[in-house]
Antibody
Framework: EVQLVESGGGLVQPGGSLRLSCVASGFTFSRHWMTWVRQAPGKGLECVAITSPDGSERCYLDSVKGRFTVSRDNDQNSLYLQMNSLRVEDTAVYYC??????????WGQGTMVTFSS | QSALTQPPSASGSPGQSVTISCTGTSSDVGGYNYVSWYQQHPGKAPKLIIYEVSERPSGVPDRFSGSKSGNTASLTVSGLQAEDEADYYCSSYAGSKHGVFGGGTKLTVL
């Protein structure tokens, strides 16, 4: 079964850090562009970061540039999102997704990032 | 403000057809045939229902169809069913900006 499973979300303080992980199974992970998409509570979808199959190309949403880093380990079939200097507006469910035919055709179940006061 | 413009809501009765629009620019929707549509039920992950403007992934009913004219793409849901009630998002490849989304449309089945 083709599957993506995220983990690593949780409660964090403003200015803190989190590392999200996404493990892929059921397909050849190393052949695909991958992305992190987030959805703030009650809001729409937003593409946060994208990486090429070998990890050499990466692009980011302007509001996370310099704070978030996307990476991957093709040997471990894993995608990561290192999030530093977190802001309250980063509150969201973060999904990893596989890119194919110019679309996001496989999605994980999502992992929630929330802030403690 | 989202990169692509969708109506916030749409509705129809069971059995009817509903069309949702998605308006962008020549830098995204109008410039590439990489428009996709996603269905999202509450508390669930989005699901791809249309890719490359009008192609359906395996398992998606043919009641869902897509089209594009100029800078506007459209999703039509024919023969509305209760389970079609969900949020729908469009997306387009946008060159160096990669994927951009619409703000979403809440489809209500009356």
């Amino acid at each position: 079964e083709v599957q993506l499973v995220e983990s690593g979300g949780g409660l964090v303080q403003p200015g803190g850090s989190l590392r999200l992980s996404c493990v892929a199974s059921g397909f050849t992970f190393s052949r695909h562009w991958m992305t992190w998409v987030r959805q703030a509570p009650g809001k729409g979808l937003e593409c946060v970061a994208i990486t090429s199959p070998d990890g050499s190309e990466r692009c980011y949403l302007d509001s996370v540039k310099g704070r978030f880093t996307v990476s991957r380990d093709n040997d471990q079939n894993s995608l990561y999102l290192q999030m530093n200097s977190l802001r309250v507006e980063d509150t969201a469910v973060y999904y990893c997704a596989r890119i194919e035919w110019g679309s996001f055709n496989i999605w994980g179940q999502g992992t929630m990032v929330t802030f403690s006061s | 403000q989202s990169a692509l413009t969708q109506p916030p809501s749409a509705s129809g009765s069971p059995g009817q057809s509903v069309t949702i629009s998605c308006t962008g620019t020549s830098s995204d929707v109008g410039g590439y045939n990489y428009v996709s549509w996603y269905q999202q039920h509450p508390g669930k992950a989005p699901k791809l229902i249309i890719y490359e403007v009008s192609e359906r992934p395996s398992g998606v009913p043919d009641r869902f169809s897509g089209s594009k004219s100029g800078n506007t793409a459209s999703l039509t849901v024919s023969g509305l069913q209760a389970e079609d009630e969900a949020d729908y998002y469009c997306s387009s490849y946008a060159g160096s900006k990669h994927g951009v989304f619409g703000g979403g449309t809440k489809l209500t089945v009356l």
